[in-house]
């Protein structure tokens, strides 16, 4: 089993920037393929993208792709969601996840199954 914690999450102005780490234990993360996702009060769970193992092959989603970006650092063990330009409807508990069963999954978000506990993120107007 691996443990996944975020971290990095906080309040920020509309305009400005964070960067969300991922770290893993118990088993290597860079074996895997890696998503992350955000989940606002009363909405469903948001899949914003993925990054396969080899770090190369990333997708993001059409409604954050212009402003996050995701990377993955297996030599550390991390996995990054770098925001950009946030607005205040970013606001929301962001997980990171991994799909334990393939190196390069990057859009099927329901094989993510093994996931962290999740960082705040609010964005003041």
């Known amino acids: 089993q691996v443990q996944l914690e975020e971290s990095g999450g906080g309040l920020v102005q509309a305009g400005g920037s964070l960067r969300l780490s991922c770290v893993g234990s118990?088993?290597?993360?860079?074996?895997?393929?890696m998503g992350w996702f955000r989940q606002a009060p009363g909405k469903q769970r948001e899949f914003l993208g993925a990054i396969a193992r080899d770090g190369l092959s990333i997708y993001h989603a059409p409604s954050v792709k212009d402003r996050f970006r995701i990377t993955r650092d297996n030599t550390r063990n991390v996995v990054y969601l770098q925001m950009n330009n946030l607005k205040p409807e970013d606001t929301a508990v962001y997980y990171c996840a991994a799909d334990l069963g393939s190196t390069w999954n990057l859009v099927n978000p329901a094989k993510f199954t093994s996931w962290g506990q999740g960082t705040q993120v609010t964005v003041s107007s």
């Open positions: 118990g088993q290597n993360i860079s074996n895997y393929s």
